[in-house]
C-alpha cells in the first residue's frame, strides 16, 4: 500500500494536474488576415467618427456665426454683448490656465 502523501506521489500528482491544464489551456494564434480585418475596421470605424464629429464642428460654427451676423445687423446690443461674453471669457480661461501652469511648476 502506497501513502499518497510522500513526496513522489505528490510530485506525480502536480506534474499530471500541470499537464492536464496545458492540455485545457491549449491556446491558438489568429490569422494575420484576422488583424489585418480588424484594424481595417477600426480605422473606418475611427474616420466615420471623425467626419461625424467634424460636421458637428462645421454645423455649430455655422449657426453660431448666423446668429453673430444677425445680432450685428438687427441687435446690435445683442452683438455687443456676445463680444464682451466671450472676451471676459477667454480672459478668465487664460488666466485659469497661467495659474495652473505655475502650480504644476512648483
Request: hydrophobic residues 45%; glycine residues 0%; contains cysteine.
Amino acid at each position: 500500500m502506497t501513502d499518497e502523501k510522500t513526496p513522489k506521489n505528490l510530485e506525480e500528482r502536480l506534474q499530471e494536474a500541470a499537464r492536464h491544464t496545458e492540455e485545457q489551456m491549449e491556446l491558438t494564434e489568429p490569422s494575420l488576415s484576422y488583424f489585418e480585418n480588424l484594424i481595417e475596421e477600426q480605422t473606418a470605424l475611427w474616420y466615420r467618427r471623425l467626419w461625424f464629429e467634424l460636421t458637428c464642428l462645421w454645423g455649430m460654427a455655422f449657426i453660431f456665426i448666423s446668429f453673430l451676423i444677425f445680432s450685428f445687423f438687427y441687435v446690435p446690443l445683442l452683438f455687443v454683448f456676445a463680444q464682451i461674453t466671450s472676451i471676459i471669457i477667454l480672459i478668465r480661461y487664460f488666466y485659469k490656465e497661467r495659474y495652473e501652469m505655475v502650480e504644476m511648476r512648483q
